[in-house]
């Protein structure tokens, strides 16, 4: 945990930085604008549930989270229509929950009681309505979510969904610069979102609820100012439901201020996601490619947001882009923040169909699409983008049985390169900008190495 770093982003939510790396998780700009700009609304999921009520995604490198947290979100507030998802189902579907709601038992010793506020029964007989876009549809929505740092899954329900640094942890100066940036649009989480991936981790991981480092960091008071004080109430109370540690009557005025707290508001929507079975989410903390190659599942999704290529190159080869291809639905899509030239052919080298990302919110091309739908490209790749692939900058990564160390990874495409006759970079950009007249066809050359 001595990596450990989180701040305010600008637009505030947290993200966190390595010391150890001198490396960003997140965009100092904002992480949780970072994760709607290069991944949720170019995905365009609006479109994409108007033909489907099923979907797989599968989001590589979650750390602590934002990705799938925004599609949740996303998907909640715009296709699922909150309101009437929420009246439908309080109508027509009994959530039974059973460590939160009382036995029949506790029920008779609380008569005039916390536990009045029911929720009715069955839910074959459920049905959403609401707007054409859930209109009779019954979501399934399944995340399959790899990060191979396990004390980021565990901390992700902990942390707030927006606030202020009163003090920085740390001092970086890179940081520091960019919070000066002011942010345009604001994101929200809903409250519940936290929730939803509390209960998964529960159900996944046999030790989410004694982990030693865990507790470690939730009650260290230097981190106060970054977890939600509500989830760390709730995790506890869950791990004295699971242990029944406390006394009897303990429990129960534990029990009645959690109910009062959460389980009426916030708790209680994401239950009723979550008691439908229409989110179900899936842990691996492993590294990627070993997660991928004992998977055969076929996604709709895929989110890559790994450490950027020369950081982390084994999930930037030409090899593993061949299993994401392989991962990949027909009409799926695989959303990558990074614009890099070694990047980018490496997965047309791999068979995909290539675009770039552009958010009408910056006004930038800000990553890359691929598919195997060439229909499915909205921003194709420039004359530019097509030259700097052809010159050194294009050459990619290799890592052939999938488990080689970055080091190694790294080694060999610096050789590659060097002993390379194609035209450097730098060239390739001088002779590109002198033939056409020094005028920058691109508003954002990104990241090209
Ligand atoms: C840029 S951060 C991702 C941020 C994340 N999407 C979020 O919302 O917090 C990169 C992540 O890659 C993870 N990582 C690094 N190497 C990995 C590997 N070989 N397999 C799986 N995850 C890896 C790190 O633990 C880190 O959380």
């Not at 479109?47 to 909640?76: A, H, P, R």
């Not at 309080?90 to 029920?107: G, R, S, V």
């Not at 610069?177 to 991981?205: A, C, G, H, T, Y």
């Not at 921003?379 to 990619?396: M, N, P, R, T, V």
Request: glycine letters at 4%; aromatic letters at 14%.
């Amino acid at each position: 945990m001595n990596d450990f770093c989180p701040y305010f982003t600008n637009d505030g939510s947290i993200g966190l930085y390595s010391p150890t790396v001198d490396d960003i998780y997140h965009s100092t700009y904002g992480a949780l604008t970072e994760a709607y700009e290069k991944f949720i609304l170019p995905a365009d999921f609006e479109k994409f549930f108007e033909n489907n009520n099923q979907i797989k995604i599968l989001d590589i490198c979650f750390g602590i989270g934002y990705n799938s947290k925004s599609f949740l979100n996303f998907f909640l507030e715009k296709i699922f229509n909150k309101k009437k998802y929420i009246q439908n189902i309080e109508h027509n579907a009994q959530i039974y929950t059973d460590n939160i709601l009382p036995t029949n038992e506790e029920k008779k010793s609380n008569s005039n009681s916390i536990y009045d506020d029911k929720i009715h029964t069955d839910n074959k007989s459920c049905k959403f309505s609401g707007d054409s876009a859930c209109n009779n549809k019954k979501f399934k929505i399944f995340i399959n979510a790899i990060d191979n740092d396990k004390n980021l899954l565990f901390i992700s329900p902990f942390l707030k969904n927006s606030g202020k640094n009163k003090k920085m942890l740390f001092k970086n100066e890179k940081i520091e610069k960019f919070r000066k940036v002011k942010v345009k649009k604001r994101f929200k989480l809903k409250d519940e979102i936290n929730i939803i991936l509390l209960e998964n981790l529960i159900s996944n991981f046999d030790d989410f609820l004694d982990d030693e480092n865990l507790q470690k960091i939730l009650t260290a008071k230097q981190y106060n100012q970054f977890f939600d004080k509500y989830m760390i109430d709730l995790y506890k109370y869950k791990q004295k439901i699971r242990y029944n540690k406390t006394s009897k009557h303990g429990l129960m005025t534990f029990l009645h201020n959690i109910y009062y707290r959460y389980v009426s508001k916030r708790h209680k929507k994401a239950l009723n996601c979550l008691k439908l079975n229409a989110i179900q989410m899936n842990f691996n903390c492993e590294d990627a490619r070993m997660a991928l190659l004992r998977d055969d599942a076929l996604y709709n999704f895929i989110f890559l947001d790994a450490f950027t290529p020369s950081k982390c190159p084994c999930l930037w080869s030409v090899d593993f882009f061949k299993e994401l291809y392989n991962h990949l639905e027909q009409d799926g899509m695989l959303l990558t923040y990074s614009s890099s030239a070694s990047v980018r052919h490496a997965l047309l080298a791999s068979g995909f169909y290539v675009g770039k990302i552009y958010s009408s919110l910056s006004k930038k091309y800000l990553g890359t699409v691929a598919t195997k739908n060439k229909l499915l490209i909205k921003y194709e790749l420039s004359e530019y983008d097509l030259g700097l692939i052809k010159s050194k900058a294009g050459i990619f990564y290799r890592d052939e049985n999938l488990d080689a160390l970055n080091c190694e990874i790294n080694t060999l495409h610096e050789k590659e390169v060097e002993e390379s006759d194609l035209l450097s970079s730098s060239k390739f950009i001088n002779s590109y900008k002198k033939s056409h007249n020094n005028k920058k066809e691109e508003n954002n050359y990104g990241e090209v190495l």
